[in-house]
């Protein structure tokens, strides 16, 4: 009613270690949506942040908190994206190189990684600061790499360990806090009040 005080829920933050096979929707029409994982988040009003495709899977973060999901997506704030890519076949320094160095991946567009490092004989670990439709499987293919297998290992401060596949956890506080931080914004409470 008139003069009383209304409280928003707090906005909460989620990992999800997406399966492959999965979309990144929150539209339930028969399709595997990532709907049906996280039914059950103890917060309603999460979207994910960003994207990844039907044939990736790992880090997907769904998040209430609105300038968060905003600042990590934008290209202004430059997030680390980081992804297991597995080939089909060994690493070659050249095919590393070729990877470092970057390469066009589309009319007007060029992707360069901000690491790439080997993982094994036929496995590379690469950081991307832009979040473009298809990006590493563009630059894997301008490259020469044939992609057995990708999943993101890490999005800005959280990293992807010792979840199961096609299970969430909250983020802690302080994982929250610092992924805050690293787009500009303070804590929660700080912003509610300013």
């Known amino acids: 009613m008139h003069g009383e005080r209304v409280s928003l829920p707090v906005p909460r933050t989620a990992l999800l270690n997406k399966p492959i096979g999965y979309e990144t929707t929150l539209a339930v029409d028969g399709k595997r ?6 039914d059950d988040l103890p917060f309603r009003g999460g979207v994910p942040v960003g994207r990844l495709d039907i044939n990736t899977g790992g880090l997907l973060l769904v998040s209430s908190d609105g300038d968060l999901v905003h600042r990590l997506t934008h290209p202004r704030w430059r997030v680390d994206r980081e992804y297991r890519l597995s080939l089909r076949r060994e690493i070659t320094p050249g ?8 390469a066009s991946i589309g009319s007007g567009e ?12 036929s496995g590379v670990i690469i950081v991307l600061r832009t979040g473009r439709n298809h990006e590493v499987r563009r630059l894997a293919e301008a490259c020469g790499a044939d992609i057995k297998g990708l999943e993101r290992i890490r999005y800005g401060t959280v990293k992807l360990e010792g979840l199961a596949r096609g299970t969430w956890r909250i983020l802690t506080e302080e994982e929250t806090l610092e992924l805050r931080r690293l787009v500009g914004l303070g804590r929660l409470q700080d912003d ?3």
């Open 192 to 194: 509610a009040m300013s």
């Open 110 to 121: 060029f992707s360069r990684p901000v690491s790439v490092r080997k993982s094994g004989p």
């Open 95 to 102: 095919l590393e190189e070729r990877l470092r160095k970057g």
């Open 33 to 38: 949506s990532i709907a049906e994982l996280i």
